[in-house]
Structures are given as structure tokens and as C-alpha cells.
């Protein structure tokens, strides 16, 4: 257990759905990333947010959107989703600059 | 814009045998990190090590250790006595520490790492 929870691990949904991914960072860690892996992209940043403000944004389209509450957890929304959309999606906490990320074990996304 | 590069998409190696996955970045940038991540089957995402770029000296984690060369912006990963378990994705990730960066990690492609019994 990383101490970075990811739920759900699996979810399969319709093209046009919006679906709700939810992130608990480690305890301590104000950091909060969000990175979709898929075959042929490679792990892209998404977004990423510190003590609930957003901090920068990555490659994140339009209908993706995110943010993080008071108790740091974060909630990535897909909406209009498409069959490309099908991906693993990261979460990711970090404690500061100078150390890596400890990762969610990621929630796996197929759009049908 | 940083880019990281991973020229070897597979490696295979011997059991107890030494490998080196290789990576190069791009950066005009003089203090970062870098890091190398493991992702199993299991698809979860392990830090292995990690080097700080003001630091001259190799980064070493059991039987992990990097070969780093900031002027040559390559920074390698070899694995001494490779186990089994070794056998997994690995990638390697940039980290500006400029001061305002986004701060997040730069992933190259990947290598995908076999090892045989």
C-alpha cells in the first residue's frame, strides 16, 4: 500500500457517460497529480493541484476537469466520454519538490 | 520544453546478470531531478531511485544505481544480479526545480524489461 488511494480500480462505461475519479493523497502530502497512461501516449500529465487551488495543467482536455477539497482528496470528472478516452489514470501525491511521487495503483478506464 | 527520451522500447536479461536501461533528456535547465519508476504487471508505479542534478555522485539503492552524466544529459540505470522480480516497465521521469515550474514529472516512452530464469 502506497498510502495514495485510488477508487475505483475498474470501471467500464458508455461513450457520452461523465464518470467521477477519486483520489486520496498520502497523509501529509498538499501535492496532488493526475497522469493518463494509455498504449500509445505514454504517461501525460493531466493537472495538478496543491492545498486545494489548481497548480498547473497539462495536456487535459476540455471535458476533463478536476479539483481537491479541504481534506485534500481530489476528484478527476470525465465527461463526454469517448472511446479514446479508454486509459489508466493516475493519482499522485508529493511532499515537496525534491522527492518523487508516491502513485495510486491507478484506475483503469474503458469506454465502450 | 523538457523532453526525455528512452531508446530501448525492450531489454532482456539473464537472471543474476547486469543490465543498463538507457535515457537521455533535453532541458536548458541546471538544477532538477530525475527518477526512475518501475510499473510491474500489476501496473503500479514504484519509484526506484532518484538523482538530484547538483549532485556529482551516483545515486545507489541496493542493487540499483544510476550512472549519471549531466554534461552528456544521460542518466542510466543499472541493475546488478537481476532477479525475476526486476522484470517490469521502466521509465525514466524529469523534475524541474525551477523555482514557479509546474513540477511535474516528465516521463519518457519506456522500457520494458524481460528476465529470463
Known amino acids: 500500500d502506497s498510502g495514495v488511494t485510488q477508487t475505483p480500480k475498474h470501471l467500464i462505461t458508455a461513450t457520452g457517460q461523465r464518470v467521477t475519479l477519486r483520489c486520496s493523497p498520502r497523509?501529509?502530502?498538499?501535492?496532488v497529480y493526475w497522469y493518463q497512461q494509455s498504449l500509445d501516449q505514454g504517461l501525460q500529465f493531466l493537472i495538478q493541484?496543491?492545498?486545494?487551488?489548481?497548480?498547473a495543467k497539462g495536456n487535459i482536455l476540455e471535458r476533463f476537469s478536476a479539483q481537491q477539497f479541504p481534506d485534500l482528496h481530489s476528484e478527476l470528472n470525465l465527461s463526454s466520454l469517448e472511446l479514446g478516452d479508454s486509459a489508466l489514470y493516475f493519482c499522485?501525491?508529493?511532499?515537496?519538490?525534491?522527492?518523487?511521487?508516491?502513485f495510486g495503483s491507478g484506475t483503469r478506464l474503458t469506454v465502450v | 520544453a523538457q523532453t526525455v527520451t528512452q531508446s530501448q522500447p525492450e531489454m532482456s536479461v539473464q537472471e543474476a546478470e547486469t543490465v543498463t536501461l538507457s535515457c537521455t533528456y533535453d532541458?536548458?535547465?541546471?538544477?532538477?531531478?530525475l527518477f526512475w519508476y518501475k510499473q510491474p504487471p500489476s501496473r503500479q508505479m514504484i519509484l526506484v531511485i532518484r538523482?538530484?542534478?547538483?549532485?556529482?555522485q551516483n545515486a545507489t539503492e541496493n542493487r540499483f544505481s544510476v550512472n549519471f552524466q549531466k554534461a552528456a544529459k544521460s542518466f542510466s540505470l543499472k541493475i546488478s544480479d537481476s532477479q525475476l522480480g526486476d522484470a517490469a516497465m521502466y521509465f525514466c521521469?524529469?523534475?524541474?526545480?525551477?523555482?514557479?515550474?509546474?513540477?511535474?514529472?516528465?516521463f519518457g516512452k519506456g522500457t520494458k524489461l524481460s528476465v529470463k530464469p
Open positions: 499522485a501525491s508529493s511532499r515537496g519538490v525534491n522527492y518523487g511521487y508516491t
Open positions: 497523509s501529509g502530502d498538499l501535492s
Open positions: 493541484y496543491y492545498n486545494g487551488e489548481e497548480r
Open positions: 532541458t536548458s535547465e541546471s538544477d532538477y531531478y
Open positions: 538523482q538530484e542534478a547538483y549532485k556529482q
Open positions: 521521469a524529469y523534475r524541474s526545480e525551477l523555482l514557479g515550474s509546474q513540477g511535474n514529472l516528465i
